[in-house]
C-alpha cells in the first residue's frame, strides 16, 4: 500500500496560523549583527581610543592663530612706544650736566648807562641828524634823579627837558611814528611828537606855550596838559652837549 506523503512528521512543529499572512510563508526573524572577527578587531580597546585622543594634535582655526598672533604683535608695539616715550620724558627732565652747563657764562659788555646831569649829556656825533634824540638823568637839587632827554631840534638846535608830566606822576613819551600819532592821538604830523600817554595830552616841541616864568618850548596842541614840559638848559661846548640847569630848579 503505497505510503501516504501528507502524513504529518511528526518531528516537525506545526507552524502558527498568523492572519494575513500564507501559511507556507515563515514570519520574518530578527537579524542579529553577527560581530565578525574583522569588525571585532576595527573596534579599538577603550583605552587605546583614549590614548590615540590624547596623543592627536589640538586643531586650532588658522583664523584664531592669525588673530591672536595680530593682537599680541599691536600689544608688544604698544609697549615699546610707552617705553621709549617714557625714556625719552626721563631724559627731558632730568638736569643736562655738560661742558656748557659747567663752564663759565660769557661776559657781555654791560649796557651804556644814562648820562646823569647836571654834567655832559651827549656829543654833537651823537645827534647828527634832525630830530635825533637821547635819554639822560637829571640829579635835582635835593638829590633826586629825574628822567629827561635832548632832542636836535632843525636849524641845529638842541633842546632838553623833563620826561616827568608836569604837576603829575606819568612819564612822556618822544613818538617818531607819526601813523600811531594819528591812530592812538587823533593828531597828524610830519615829525615826531611828545605825548602824555596818561592824559593823551600832545607836545609840539617846535612851538612855544606858557610857562610859570614866560614862554617855554612845547606847546600844547591837543589834551587837557596844564603846561609845557619843564625845560633842562642846553650848552654846547666843542663836540659835547652840556646840561646846566632845569626849570625850575628842583
Same mark, same amino acid.
Given at each position: 500500500?503505497?505510503?501516504?506523503?501528507?502524513? *504529518?512528521?511528526?518531528? @516537525?512543529?506545526?507552524?502558527?496560523?498568523?492572519?494575513?499572512?500564507?501559511?507556507?510563508?515563515?514570519?520574518? @526573524? +530578527?537579524?542579529?549583527?553577527?560581530?565578525?572577527?574583522?569588525?571585532? @578587531?576595527?573596534?579599538? =580597546?577603550?583605552?587605546? +581610543?583614549?590614548?590615540?585622543?590624547?596623543?592627536? *594634535?589640538?586643531?586650532?582655526?588658522?583664523?584664531?592663530?592669525?588673530?591672536?598672533?595680530?593682537?599680541?604683535?599691536?600689544?608688544?608695539?604698544?609697549?615699546?612706544?610707552?617705553?621709549? %616715550?617714557?625714556?625719552?620724558?626721563?631724559?627731558?627732565?632730568?638736569?643736562?650736566?655738560?661742558? /656748557?652747563?659747567?663752564?663759565?657764562?660769557?661776559?657781555?659788555?654791560?649796557?651804556?648807562?644814562?648820562?646823569?646831569?647836571?654834567?655832559?649829556?651827549?656829543?654833537? /656825533?651823537?645827534?647828527?641828524? *634832525?630830530?635825533?634824540?637821547?635819554?639822560?638823568?637829571?640829579?635835582?637839587? &635835593?638829590?633826586?634823579?629825574?628822567?629827561?632827554?635832548?632832542?636836535?631840534?632843525?636849524?641845529? &638846535?638842541?633842546?632838553?627837558?623833563?620826561?616827568?608830566?608836569?604837576?603829575?606822576?606819568?612819564?612822556? !613819551?618822544?613818538?617818531?611814528?607819526?601813523?600811531?600819532?594819528? =591812530?592812538?592821538?587823533?593828531?597828524?604830523?610830519?615829525? *615826531?611828537?611828545?605825548?602824555?600817554?596818561?592824559?593823551?595830552?600832545?607836545?609840539?616841541?617846535?612851538?612855544?606855550?606858557?610857562?610859570?616864568?614866560?614862554?617855554?618850548?612845547?606847546?600844547?596842541? &591837543? %589834551?587837557? %596838559?596844564?603846561?609845557?614840559?619843564?625845560?633842562?638848559?642846553?650848552?654846547?661846548?666843542?663836540?659835547?652837549?652840556?646840561?646846566?640847569?632845569? !626849570?625850575?630848579?628842583?
Amino acid at each position: 500500500m503505497p505510503e501516504d506523503t501528507k502524513k *504529518p512528521n511528526r518531528f @516537525q512543529t506545526a507552524q502558527p496560523q498568523i492572519p494575513g499572512v500564507p501559511q507556507h510563508q515563515a514570519p520574518p @526573524q +530578527a537579524k542579529t549583527q553577527v560581530q565578525t572577527p574583522s569588525t571585532a @578587531q576595527a573596534a579599538p =580597546n577603550k583605552p587605546e +581610543a583614549i590614548q590615540k585622543i590624547r596623543q592627536r *594634535p589640538n586643531t586650532i582655526p588658522t583664523y584664531l592663530w592669525a588673530c591672536g598672533g595680530g593682537a599680541i604683535l599691536i600689544i608688544v608695539i604698544a609697549l615699546i612706544f610707552f617705553m621709549r %616715550g617714557s625714556a625719552r620724558a626721563a631724559h627731558s627732565a632730568a638736569p643736562v650736566e655738560s661742558s /656748557e652747563a659747567t663752564a663759565q657764562p660769557t661776559q657781555t659788555a654791560p649796557a651804556e648807562a644814562e648820562p646823569v646831569a647836571p654834567g655832559r649829556i651827549a656829543t654833537t /656825533e651823537e645827534l647828527t641828524q *634832525p630830530w635825533a634824540a637821547k635819554k639822560f638823568l637829571y640829579r635835582t637839587g &635835593t638829590g633826586d634823579t629825574i628822567p629827561a632827554m635832548v632832542v636836535h631840534l632843525t636849524g641845529n &638846535t638842541y633842546w632838553a627837558f623833563s620826561l616827568q608830566e608836569p604837576y603829575g606822576s606819568c612819564t612822556l !613819551e618822544y613818538e617818531t611814528d607819526t601813523q600811531k600819532l594819528l =591812530n592812538e592821538y587823533g593828531v597828524r604830523s610830519s615829525r *615826531p611828537l611828545l605825548v602824555d600817554p596818561c592824559s593823551r595830552t600832545v607836545y609840539d616841541l617846535t612851538r612855544y606855550g606858557n610857562g610859570p616864568n614866560g614862554l617855554v618850548r612845547g606847546a600844547i596842541i &591837543t %589834551g587837557v %596838559g596844564m603846561r609845557p614840559p619843564y625845560a633842562i638848559e642846553v650848552q654846547v661846548n666843542g663836540h659835547e652837549i652840556l646840561a646846566t640847569r632845569a !626849570e625850575p630848579e628842583q
